[in-house]
């Protein structure tokens, strides 16, 4: 079976430019996260949703963050405009209600 | 809000010896997981745990769902060079009976001894 798949697996882009990540989860599972991996903090949840339907979003940094699920198999995460400091390693994961979580390979966000 | 300690923060391993690491918190988590996340990938699920005190395995691995719901364990018998890592634990909560978040400790990274 395939795996959660993440795509870019890298993105080098300027600051002020919008970037967009994606995901596809794995087939039959309801439940998609977005995390965001930094050095300093650890692994955030930054958003999940549930039968595409968002159910938590106080993890988003601010505004300039904004996730969608358009339907079961795919799902993007926006920043816009883009900086620095969002730099991270962004990972996309699913569940099938429970809370074993499989995550993608993640995509490697560097802002310069 | 809920916060999750891990220890140690690193350690090192000479193949053939047993490892062990755990997680503590002051809030009560309903389950309990554990990830390995190797360079350049994402986090891989080890073992998931969902009742108070019960132990599982997983090959090498053995995993325990502390009775106080507030911590767990890992331990890994007979280590081998491929077990280097950085292992996470991730305590799950319950909200209105759907599916909560899971809340990651900061991990604890294993390495060979130089």
């Known amino acids: 079976d395939a795996g959660v798949i993440q795509s870019p697996r890298h993105e080098v882009t300027e600051m002020g430019q919008e970037v967009t ?65 969002d730099s991270a390693v962004y990972f996309c994961a699913s569940s099938r209600a429970g809370y074993e979580q499989y995550f993608g390979p993640g995509t490697r966000l560097t802002v310069t | 809000g809920q916060q999750l300690n891990q220890s140690p923060q690193s350690m090192f391993i000479q193949e053939g010896e047993d490892v062990s690491m755990n997680c503590t918190s002051s809030s009560i988590f309903n389950t309990w997981l554990w990830y390995k996340q190797d360079p350049g990938e994402g986090p891989v699920l080890l073992i998931a745990l969902y009742k108070a005190g019960e132990l599982t395995s997983n090959g090498r691995l053995t995993a325990q769902f502390g009775i106080t719901r507030k911590d767990s364990f890992l331990n ?39």
């Open chain 2, 76 to 114: 890994i018998s007979a280590s081998i060079p491929s077990d280097v890592g950085i292992y996470f634990c991730a305590g799950g909560l319950n909200y209105g009976g759907s599916q909560g978040n899971l809340i990651f400790g900061k991990g604890t990274k294993l390495s060979v001894k130089p």
């Open chain 1, 21 to 85: 990540l994606r995901c596809k989860p794995i087939s039959g599972h309801d439940y998609l996260f977005w995390y965001r991996q930094t050095m300093m903090r650890g692994l955030e949840l930054l958003i999940y949703f549930n039968n595409n339907v968002p159910i938590d979003d106080s993890g988003m940094p601010e505004d300039r963050f904004s996730a969608k699920m358009p339907n079961a198999s795919f799902s993007t995460l926006k920043i816009q405009p883009s900086e620095p400091r």
